[in-house]
């Protein structure tokens, strides 16, 4: 019976703190051999973080982070790991080093570097060469990295042909709503293709726009999931592999003698090596069942935007955050998932009213703060707004009141946020949504100044079903009906509402996906059936908003494409779609 | 004789203006023709701009370029033409169009990809894979793009192992202060290696965050210059190239004939392709001698800034800037620059004194407005900074007057621009240095508003020397001596120095230097003579300042590594140097 138990840990790092991921992966080691595990595997990059981005050119980082691999090799007597890490040789590799009983046995190093959407890796990484299968006693096993198992004819498949019946890869995936089902769907095919146990290890956490969500998954060689960490929390998954199946599938499977296959296999330099001769025992207590589920839109979502949130201000050193609350739904949200993300009382809500404002707005600031239990400061900015117009009432002369007036209020709000946040030590969230953040509906340096902008991912028509999501969580409604059932307003001018501005959410919406995150042009969009003069405004919005989101605060991505490095556009561009 | 007459159209392109670069083009054929061009360049991307970042996503605008592209081979009658364009097969292609006499003869395609400081081709191109030779009957050419030939056993020297005997280099090779030395360096030893005609036709203009500085170089097969384009202007430089000197060169060369040159040249696929069977006819006017220069620095950095400013106002369609007016040195120097930029009638500054204003900078900041011939408006902010302070204390009894009270003001003055920037459609241009954006001596949303940063990466120092160079151009004066002459001060608060917060910036600049753009670790720079605890302080300072960048405003580049796209590192982090 060849048998083999592994754990797959699940950790929360963070990029440059390399004695608290060292101590989380030494924690890890302690309790997995306490539960007999006997191959235990972290995520890419568990030494340093994921991505460390321009770090990784000091040499002191990389130098940091070999020192905590030595350590984790040390402390490794009796079990054998697999963990991410930097490796330097002439130049510096994406590697997992692969360590058995306080030796280093080798150090793979990733082969297909992404270089698309928001990652790098070409910038910083040298190509691995090899694919190395190793032996555990009896048991082939292949190691790769996060990418490379995406890739049909890649290492894992080389690997599959060379021996190996457990493919290892170590992953950092950022989370996209719906990224899970892909994630699964590409594993089970290849773990079916090549007839092996995969056991997919990703990180989790938040790291300024990016979230990890966990999710790691082990798939028998039937593709069929066998075991599943949680999403978006730090888990440990323990499986007992059945590897004499793996064997016995291969005897029976036509395909596994596929000629383009096999080639494959021989085009790549496998290198054999072992990492121990001993078998691992196999008198151990059996593993207790674990259900498998995997959470549903828009619950994902919700969880993805705490999980950031949580991450962004704990990891940078804060406590408390405070955030402008003007009664709307955005504002509404945010505070909600802050105070989940941080509890309640870390939370201080501020209503600054105008002259503009409605009393129901300002009502419904009050209502959800009295919901969700935490702090309102109500500050009138009508004597400030009154001094600004004062002041300039000389160099305005003869000019009609427009879009300045609403925006210096917009951005006396920001410097009254600003000015708690430098006195009492809180970061300030901002609460645009995607749908503004693309068409430019927001002031620079008003409602967009802070240093995280939580739903700056989430289109509007989002935000109302996680609105209504949250409320169906608690026993009775958090964000008050009223204000999820106003047609949205920014109250910087009397009865103004964004239609005045905006075509319908419902619209805008969708031709945003296809804009932004499907690069469709016009004529595609218009198809899809919106008009000519409303797609054609909508692009133009997103094309000439390109200087504001540039200096933009970071936020969590949640869909395929978020702004930020995700989507790279100059802001000196004449190209009209 | 073997002569060919060669000219290169620096032209100063703007992203995706199909329609204003293929103007630009044909006016340039036009001329060509007049001057008897047998063959002429553009630089690299020429038809779309560059770099068009995720444009290159967007299928249409691919496609319009490739409409540009066939337009430009219409007119190309009696010419032969290098021009550089996006080339889309089953992936897209950085390339350069080969067009003879109404004719697409060849498209080459980029094999070096550059994906390293503000680089990202990878993320776009897919890498070229031959390396064809032209002939022009009797003359052999190569064609490559920009990296390409700053590579030794790169596309140029299999090239000429493979007949070339001219070799151009369409580029688009971004400016920082000493890169034309570095440049011409190279092309010196690369025309001497190889035994050939180097023509290097580069891009000129800014582009957001880069400026390219033109300065096109012809260098004949014994690496000398032969022939210079303009430094930060269009030029159109021709030459009459002697080829039968270089076949000259090669027989009695005895380096000509390196095995291992040949060998590269041998891995490489040469394609060989016939331009035209015809040759150059001969009778041509003998061109009048050009005289070669390069300017020295700081001239060659006070032109960047100009052009760049220049270049950013105008492709984004603004017609006037507004500039907050301290009286210091910073904000002197960039209404300097944007009177050279836009002409004086096109700036106004704004002085915005508050209680901690001395007298001496208001009426530096006059005096500054009356030399340089610009419009000055005068807004105080006391009146709205009792408003502020009125109306948040009640939440800030108890506590004493700190850096917030500082960062109110700054960012009221951040209010009033942009309420200007609003009112009447002037872009802001913002006054930070290198040496505050490091270390985030800067208020965000306060002096950081604005849609341009012009010193963005010009150290403090730095700024000193340019404030000279400027007053030392005209017959008088332009920005006061006491400005240059008096310590400087954000004048937040009484009797505010710079040097309260940071060191003196003749130690704090090569600090940052080493810091920044070095990536030295503080040992190494306490090893330059630092000390200790001003080193550490100074790292701490730009490690925790990221957040700040993050939502900075675009600025020049103007060394190797700015801050922006060229150094990317995460807000989260905890990694100490």
């Not at 493919?167 to 994630?183: C, F, L, W």
């Not at 945003?512 to 016009?522: F, G, M, S, W």
Request: glycine share 8%; aromatic share 8%; proline share 5%.
């Amino acid at each position: 019976m060849r048998r083999l138990r592994i754990g797959m840990a699940q950790i929360n790092t963070t990029v440059g703190d390399f004695l608290g991921n060292k101590k989380k992966i030494l924690r890890a080691i302690d309790e997995a051999r306490a539960l007999g595990i006997d191959l235990l595997t972290f995520p890419e990059l568990a030494i340093c973080g994921y991505p460390p981005e321009d770090l990784l050119f000091k040499p002191q980082f990389v130098a940091e982070n070999l020192k905590t691999l030595n350590a984790v090799v040390s402390d490794s007597s009796g079990i054998t790991i697999i963990v991410g890490c930097v490796n330097a040789r002439e130049d510096i590799y994406n590697a997992a080093a692969v360590i058995h009983d306080g030796r280093l046995v080798d150090i793979y190093h990733k082969i297909y570097l992404p270089n698309y959407g928001v990652f790098d890796e070409n910038r910083y990484f040298q190509t691995g060469k090899g694919v190395p299968v190793y032996r555990l006693a009896d048991i082939g096993i292949g190691v790769n990295i996060c990418e490379d198992i995406w890739y049909e004819a890649g290492p894992a498949t080389a690997q599959a042909y060379s021996g190996a019946e457990v493919i290892i890869n170590i992953s950092a995936s950022p989370y996209h709503a719906g990224k899970g089902d892909a994630r699964r769907k590409m594993l089970s095919t290849r773990a079916t293709d090549n007839v092996a146990i995969i056991a997919y290890n990703n990180l989790v956490g938040g790291q300024d726009e990016l979230v990890f969500d966990g999710n790691s998954m082990i798939l028998d060689e039937k593709g069929e999931l066998i075991a599943q960490g949680k999403q978006f929390e730090e888990d440990l998954i323990v499986a007992d592999l059945d590897v004499e199946a793996v064997f016995r599938a291969r005897l029976h499977d036509p395909r596994w003698r596929k000629e383009s296959l096999l080639l494959d296999a021989e085009r790549c330099q496998v290198a054999r090596i072992t990492i121990s001769d001993k078998a691992p025992e196999y008198d151990k207590p059996s593993l207790p069942p674990r259900q498998l589920q995997t959470m549903k839109w828009p619950a994902e979502v919700y969880s993805a935007l705490v999980l950031g949130t949580q991450d962004y201000v704990r990891k940078n050193g804060f406590q408390k955050v405070v955030i402008g609350l003007s009664g709307g739904i955005d504002s509404s949200l945010v505070a909600a998932i802050a105070v989940d993300a941080l509890g309640a009382s870390n939370v201080v809500g501020v209503a600054m009213p105008s002259p503009y404002s409605s009393p129901g707005s300002i009502a419904d600031a009050k209502a959800l703060t009295q919901n969700i239990g935490i702090k309102l400061l109500t500050i009138p900015i009508g004597e400030i707004l009154q001094s600004y117009l004062e002041t300039l009432k000389d160099n305005f002369q003869g000019t009609a009141p427009d879009i300045t007036e609403e925006n210096i209020q917009a951005r006396i709000r920001g410097n009254i946020l600003m000015a708690l946040s430098n006195k009492f030590g809180w970061l300030v969230l901002t609460t645009g949504n995607k749908s503004e953040t693309a068409t430019g509906y927001t002031t620079l340096y008003g409602d967009m100044a802070g240093g995280f902008a939580v739903i700056k991912d989430v289109p509007k028509t989002l935000v109302y079903e996680l609105a209504k999501y949250r409320n169906s969580l608690g026993a009775r409604t958090s964000i008050p009906t009223s204000v999820i059932d106003k047609p949205p307003s920014a109250e910087l001018r009397p009865d103004q509402k964004d239609t005045d501005t905006l075509p319908p959410y419902e619209q805008l919406d969708p031709v945003l996906t296809a804009y932004v995150e499907e690069d469709k042009n016009i004529e595609q969009i218009v198809n899809m059936g919106f008009s000519l003069d409303m797609v054609k405004k909508v692009a133009r919005l997103v094309d000439t908003s390109e200087y504001k989101r540039r200096q933009a605060p970071p936020g969590i991505k949640i869909t395929p494409r978020a702004f930020g490095r995700d989507r790279r556009l100059p802001i000196t561009s004449r190209f009209k779609s």
